[in-house]
């Protein structure tokens, strides 16, 4: 009796002080921070955000409980063109030499469906905090052959306005669009 209490003891002893925090960060090589507006109401002009760290901790296997972070450097705005990333990280813009990075944190996650979930959070742009919700979709975990971590899979897709961060308001819709799409593809690893 005396060692079951013991056994019992130093199973609880040891259960007490283990968290089950999974930290998980981007694998740079396979994650993307995409974006999409309309120019003058009849094209599609993207880029990416080519410098950026994103981590997400959770407890759960499915991640329904899931804290997102991310943090990009405006600076390194690519659309493929020289003279338009120039004035997008100017003052008109993203005013990248004032503010180097805009950052998103969850404030909550809500399932949405299976394996998806609606991902509310700050996301601070141009010295402007605003709250967003995005969709977020859960591609399953796998373990990477080259490198034997486990790696999870996530898409995030949504809508912000650019008006609500101050960006571009000498550029009215449908120069363009007001409504910014937003696409981010990640691989992280545990």
């Given at each position: 009796?005396?060692?079951?209490?013991?056994?019992?003891?130093?199973?609880?002893?040891?259960?007490?002080?283990?968290?089950?925090?999974?930290?998980?960060?981007?694998?740079?090589?396979?994650?993307?921070?995409?974006?999409?507006?309309?120019?003058?109401?009849?094209?599609?002009?993207?880029?990416?955000?080519?410098?950026?760290?994103?981590?997400?901790t959770a407890t759960k296997p499915d991640?329904?409980?899931?804290?997102?972070?991310?943090?990009?450097?405006?600076?390194?705005?690519?659309?493929?063109?020289?003279?338009?990333?120039?004035?997008?990280?100017?003052p008109d813009f993203f005013n990248a030499?004032?503010?180097?990075?805009?950052?998103?944190?969850?404030?909550?996650?809500?399932?949405?469906?299976?394996?998806?979930?609606?991902?509310?959070?700050?996301?601070?742009?141009?010295?402007?905090?605003?709250?967003?919700?995005?969709?977020?979709?859960?591609?399953?975990?796998?373990?990477?052959?080259?490198?034997?971590?486990?790696?999870?899979?996530?898409?995030?897709?949504?809508?912000?306005?650019?008006?609500?961060?101050?960006?571009?308001?000498?550029?009215?819709?449908?120069?363009?669009?007001?409504?910014?799409?937003?696409?981010?593809?990640?691989?992280?690893?545990?």
């Open positions: 009796m005396k060692r079951v209490s013991l056994i019992l003891f130093a199973f609880l002893s040891l259960t007490a002080f283990t968290t089950l925090n999974s930290v998980w960060t981007n694998d740079d090589a396979h994650s993307q921070l995409g974006f999409t507006v309309k120019h003058l109401g009849i094209a599609d002009v993207s880029g990416t955000f080519d410098d950026f760290d994103a981590k997400i991640f329904s409980d899931a804290v997102v972070e991310l943090t990009a450097k405006t600076a390194s705005i690519n659309t493929r063109v020289a003279d338009r990333d120039n004035h997008l990280k100017s030499e004032k503010y180097p990075t805009m950052d998103f944190k969850s404030t909550s996650v809500k399932k949405a469906g299976k394996d998806s979930y609606k991902l509310t959070g700050n996301l601070t742009l141009n010295g402007v905090t605003k709250p967003v919700t995005l969709d977020m979709k859960y591609n399953g975990t796998v373990e990477n052959a080259m490198n034997k971590k486990q790696t999870a899979g996530f898409q995030v897709t949504g809508t912000i306005k650019r008006s609500d961060f101050n960006l571009g308001s000498e550029f009215p819709a449908p120069m363009i669009s007001d409504e910014v799409r937003i696409k981010a593809d990640g691989e992280f690893i545990q």
